[in-house]
């Protein structure tokens, strides 16, 4: 039998090393080495307390199955967008998100504020957020979304996750502090498997990443959401809403006719008040006459956030078909003056990449055979607006 233990967390990696002979401390010496240090074979010398035949049972049974990065994409901004191919010939997409030292960014907003004009590009990289993908399409057939339009063709295992962080950390010339899962897929809809990757990537032993710093977006499976909220995780939860009411929240994501508004307001209403934690909204806003950042559609969105703990993020939409295109300046200051009016806590994230079709979908469409899919839902989200 083969034993991979890339897919593994600490727990899975002791219950299954306990019969080779290994204990629970060399168990997590050798989680360590595995996820930490990316190791393909393992001695007594790489893992202290490994006894010979153990090493040799382990390696015997070993398979360390490896994603092939086939395109990398820099964009002006130092967005990176990574394509990455599986083992059955699929591609899935992670996009790298630099992140200025936080006392750069504060003196970038001084600078601003005494009338100069820096550039975001001017800030200084610190270090990374990647936002990966968490399965090969998605069935949730959101109309504004290339990944969407390719449909649901499978989930990621655990390690085909991890791997997504651990070859652009190995290429990275600075850290990387945080994970989203907002790329490819509904990450809810493949909960083990994610789950399972945020554990190994918050471990001390492991990715050592911040829990808080790693966050797990959903276009609102309810009961993943409360068996999330059940299991308290101290994962940040991001969930996307695309309009501020079911009739037109139907039109844009289809997830709406299974779980609507009200269902979905009611789990993360339950999630904040049992975590404690503020939930973001993503809001991928659109423009036009068509579009979802009128003034009627903040008082809407205020009215159905009221008294509940969250974070609005407007992403500005990436849809390359051209259907839905981003509001203009003028339209977002509006919707934003009209949601702070209202008492509705929002940020504008900056939405990189654009010139290299960051949002997610784009390059993995793109290379099967050049079909029609070379939108994608929203462009990955930066730093706040500065
Ligand atoms: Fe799936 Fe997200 Fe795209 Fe909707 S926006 S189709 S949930 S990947």
Partial sequence: MTLNLRNLDLAGTQASLAPLGVGPDVGRRLFSVVHRDGATS???????????????????????????????????????????????????EAVRIPLPDPAAARELKERRRRGEAPSLAA??????????????????????????????????QTWEILAQVRLVASEADHPIRGVVFMGMGEPFLNYDNVIRAARVLSDPAGGAISAKAISISTAGIVPAIRRFTDEGHHFRLIVSLGAPTSLQRRSLMPIEGRWPLPELMAVIRA?????????????????????????????????????IKVKLNLIDVSDDTGKYQPPTADELSAFRDALTALGAPVVRRYSGGQDIGAGCGTLAASQRGGEACAGGSAAPAGPPDL
Avoid at 131 to 154: D, H, K, P
Avoid at 287 to 303: E, I, M, P, Y
Wanted: glycine share 10%.
């Fill in 42 to 92: 393992l001695t007594c010398q790489t893992v202290r307390g490994l006894t010979k035949v153990s090493a040799a049972a382990i390696n015997a049974q070993a398979a360390w199955p490896e994603l092939e990065i086939v395109d990398r994409r820099r964009a002006a901004d130092g967005f990176m967008k990574y394509l990455f191919r599986l083992p059955d010939d699929r591609v899935i």
């Fill in 123 to 156: 800030l200084p990289t610190a270090k990374y957020t990647l936002c990966v993908s968490s399965q090969v399409g998605c069935a949730l057939g959101c109309v504004f979304c290339a990944t969407g339009r390719l449909g649901g063709i499978r989930s990621l």
């Fill in 271 to 307: 999630y904040a008040e049992a975590s404690g934690q503020r939930v973001t909204i993503a809001y991928v806003a659109i423009g036009g006459a068509d579009g979802n950042t009128s003034v009627a559609h903040a008082r809407d969105l205020a009215a159905l956030v009221s008294g």
